[in-house]
């Protein structure tokens, strides 16, 4: 008793700071976007027909918050799935589901956190002014104090968070998993002390018989 509580205080703290995380993604997403449009309009003022290209960290920022809110409520209703099943019973293939579907959104965050990492260290914003090159453009932004890489933007603060996420997102996989399994050997336990004590009243019938 005291190792499932052990376990489900384990699982509750890592599904909050999964969650915590999850909001600082969105947060800071939400950050980023709003100082890219700044910038797109700051560009355009100071240079007619600028535009500021950065779909490709937009896009990853996007499903980023999709994914890590996406392994927080999969987390949650885990935890619905693991109550009922401790009060009420439940068939197995619905715990084999629920596990596979945990398993499933740490590796598709996982995968989201990489591509995320990629992008936003190693890459950065284009800009592009009719008439003008881009090299000269980029000079331009240099001198007063703009940068146009991802990673001095607030989507690189964004990124980390990811990665924290997808850490607690993982612990409460691993968490679920060890609860489920000593579910399992609770019922396997069961069900054997159940047919060890039919077949010894049955022995004990045909004696006195």
Not at 20 to 40: E, M, P, Q, Y
Not at 77 to 97: A, C, D, N, Q
Not at 125 to 154: H, M, Q, W
Not at 196 to 204: F, N, V
């Amino acid at each position: 008793m005291a190792y499932l509580k052990s376990l489900l205080t384990a699982r509750l703290v890592s599904l909050f700071l999964s969650a915590a995380f999850t909001i600082c993604v969105v947060s800071l997403a939400g950050k980023a976007l709003s100082d890219l449009n700044h910038d797109r309009e700051l560009a355009a003022k100071l240079l007619k027909g600028a535009v500021i290209h950065a779909d490709d960290v937009l896009a990853i920022l996007g499903v980023a918050c999709g994914a890590a809110g996406l392994g927080v409520i999969v987390t949650f209703l885990s935890e619905v799935v693991l109550f009922i099943e401790k009060r009420k019973g439940m068939p197995r293939h619905f715990r084999y589901i629920n596990e596979f579907l945990m398993g499933f959104c740490t590796l598709f965050l996982l995968a989201v956190a990489i591509a995320a990492t990629v992008i936003v260290v190693s890459r950065q914003a284009s800009i592009t002014v009719p008439g003008i090159p881009s090299s000269t453009v980029e000079s331009l932004l240099k001198a007063v104090g703009k940068s146009l890489r991802y990673r001095d933007t607030f989507a690189y603060y964004a990124m980390i968070c990811v990665w924290f996420a997808w850490f607690f997102v993982t612990i409460s996989f691993v968490l679920i998993v060890l609860a489920g399994l000593h579910y399992r050997k609770s019922e396997n336990q069961r069900v054997q002390a159940g047919v060890a004590m039919t077949e010894k009243r049955s022995h004990e019938q045909d004696v006195t018989v």
